[in-house]
């Protein structure tokens, strides 16, 4: 069962899978908690970084060991060779959807913030893990807000054509059909990073990541 659940499609041949006696269990148990990914998924400036910096910072307050994994830093190192082209966009999410399900497999809440913006990429980072252990956050912000805040002036650049195949300009957006959080402004103002990882954290506790409990489908 485990066998299964950690193989992948792969160019390579005979190779075989090694379990280790310290497994995922005796990871959550000496953490006290459940690993998981949380996966931002969201506008270029709709506050993802804020948001998983805010959630991390949350979680370390109450003994809770988290890892993030950003977009834009991972692309300084892991994939720095890749570009926004949809191929590479691609590729992108899946090392880091491997990556995650890793951090996940060592018992932490993993925090991925990335614009992720094909659909099709997220679902499949979400097939890499048991159902529940698979939390979609969308911050679905709108592109005003987004283009208004600009802290790097990349729409600017965007607008003025020179970047090409911006998210939300000229390469496209697509939103969750079904996800297990949606943040939105309210009454047209969005809420403190503080407020949202709040409502996060909350999420987790409820499913029960936050403290060690042997079920099935963990
Ligand atoms: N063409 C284009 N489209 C979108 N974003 C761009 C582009 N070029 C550079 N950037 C900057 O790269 C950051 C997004 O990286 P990600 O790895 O999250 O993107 S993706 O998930 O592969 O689409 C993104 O960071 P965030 O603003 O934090 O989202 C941008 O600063
Ligand atoms: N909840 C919030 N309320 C107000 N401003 C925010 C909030 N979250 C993020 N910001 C601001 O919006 C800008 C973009 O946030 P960032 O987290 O970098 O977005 P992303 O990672 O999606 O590109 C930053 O200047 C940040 O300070």
């Known amino acids: 069962m485990e066998l299964f659940a950690m193989s992948t499609l792969s160019n390579s041949t005979n ?3 090694h379990e ?3 497994g995922k269990p005796a990871k959550q148990k000496l953490l006290n908690q459940n690993g998981c990914v949380v996966w931002i998924t969201g506008l270029s400036g709709s506050g993802k970084s804020t948001l998983a910096c805010s959630l991390s910072r949350e979680l370390h307050s109450k003994g809770k060991l988290s890892y993030v994994l950003d977009g834009d830093n991972l692309r300084h190192g892991l994939n720095k060779d890749l570009g926004f082209k949809p191929e590479d966009r691609t590729e992108n999410i899946r090392r880091t959807g491997e990556v995650a399900k890793l951090f996940a497999d060592a018992g932490l809440i993993c ?8 659909r099709r990429d997220r679902d499949t980072c979400r097939a890499m ?13 709108p592109l005003e807000l987004c283009e208004a805040r600009d802290p790097k002036g990349l729409y600017k650049l965007a607008r003025a054509g020179k970047i090409k195949g911006f998210t939300g300009i000229d390469d496209p957006y697509e939103p969750p059909i079904s996800c297990e959080i949606e943040l939105n402004q309210e009454n047209g103002v969005c809420p403190t990073p503080t407020f949202m990882a709040g409502k996060v954290v909350t999420y987790l506790e409820e499913k029960g990541f936050l403290g060690y409990l042997r079920v099935w489908w963990i």
Not at 111 to 118: M, W
Not at 129 to 141: R, S
């Open 20 to 22: 280790c006696q310290v």
């Open 15 to 17: 190779i075989f899978w």
């Open 111 to 118: 925090v991925a913030s990335l614009i992720s913006p094909y």
């Open 129 to 141: 893990l048991p159902d529940a252990n698979f939390i979609e956050v969308f911050m679905n912000m």
